[in-house]
């Protein structure tokens, strides 16, 4: 598998992007553009990526295709099809999004969220997206969330039935769907199903890390990884068997020494299981 995390340094060029990249001990990278950027620019970011290994991993699109306001609906739609443009253009594995939300908040719970109409929704919207870019190498993920869809195992089975696309694959965050002490207790088991279920179409994954407290009703928090309970040995290895270069991003820490910590952590997992990053 490849590691990769968030750049905290600042770079201003390809190189100087990689040069970061090297320091981090990584071989795989979030996107380094947006949207916006030229296409020299871009084929330059791709092209020495590959010369050095580097794999980038996902195009993050972070909007919400549902949104109540049709305006800001159609707005989100548009970038996920630009941001899919983007992942095609500079060789990314994936263009990863939320489905969206139904509710004021652009990735909030609302009730609606699960009902039936909004699942056909997602599926429309989905397969509106890649009909429109029609991608050749890379591939339209939804992150799983614990208050929308994809929520769970059985319902991105679903969804990747529903939406029926060669370029819908999945994007895996175990710890976004771990949101219950049952799960919670049971996470081997929980990723063991996933990766049983749906290990052939996963394009990409997230390193964090996840804790129960003990404060009424139910509080469960992300914390760095090796600070919770997510089974990182089964995670490991079921990312392993699917290839040696399965990306696996770790996020959403503050700083890059945290970023350091969840690294060697990872890695120190991963030599005990005899498993190569």
Not at 34 to 48: F, G, L, P, R
Not at 85 to 112: F, H, K, T, Y
Not at 132 to 157: A, C, G, I, Q
Request: glycine fraction near 4%; charged fraction near 25%.
């Amino acid at each position: 598998m490849r590691l990769g995390g968030q750049v905290f340094s600042k770079y201003t060029d390809p190189k100087s992007w990689v040069d970061i990249i090297k320091r981090m001990g990584c071989r795989a990278a979030l996107c380094p553009v947006s949207v916006d950027t030229d296409e020299a620019t871009i084929k330059a970011y791709a092209s020495i990526a590959k010369k050095n290994d580097i794999v980038i991993a996902e195009v993050g699109a972070w909007n919400n295709p549902l949104s109540k306001d049709e305006e800001t609906r159609n707005k989100a739609v548009e970038h996920c099809k630009k941001s899919l443009e983007l992942a095609e253009r500079i060789d990314a594995v994936c263009c990863v999004n939320i489905s969206g939300s139904r509710g004021e908040q652009w990735d909030g719970p609302a009730e609606s969220n699960f009902s039936e109409e909004t699942f056909q929704m997602v599926v429309d919207v989905v397969r509106d997206i890649i009909d429109n870019v029609n991608p050749k190498r890379t591939f339209y993920t939804l992150e799983p969330m614990p208050w929308m869809y994809p929520d769970s195992t059985d319902s991105y089975v679903r969804l990747i039935k529903a939406i029926d696309r060669k370029a819908f694959a999945v994007h895996l965050d175990p710890v976004n769907i771990i949101c219950s002490p049952q799960i919670y207790f049971n996470n081997k088991t929980f990723l063991k199903d996933f990766f049983s279920k749906l290990g052939p179409y996963i394009k990409s994954c997230h390193a964090k890390d996840i804790i129960l407290r003990s404060t009424l009703t139910v509080h469960l928090d992300e914390v760095r990884p090796g600070l919770g309970k997510l089974d990182y040995r089964t995670y490991l290895k079921e990312i392993a068997a699917l290839g040696n270069d399965m990306p696996l991003i770790i996020e959403h820490l503050s700083n890059e020494n945290d970023y350091k910590l969840a690294a060697e952590y990872i890695r120190s997992v991963a030599k005990n299981e005899k498993l190569t990053i």
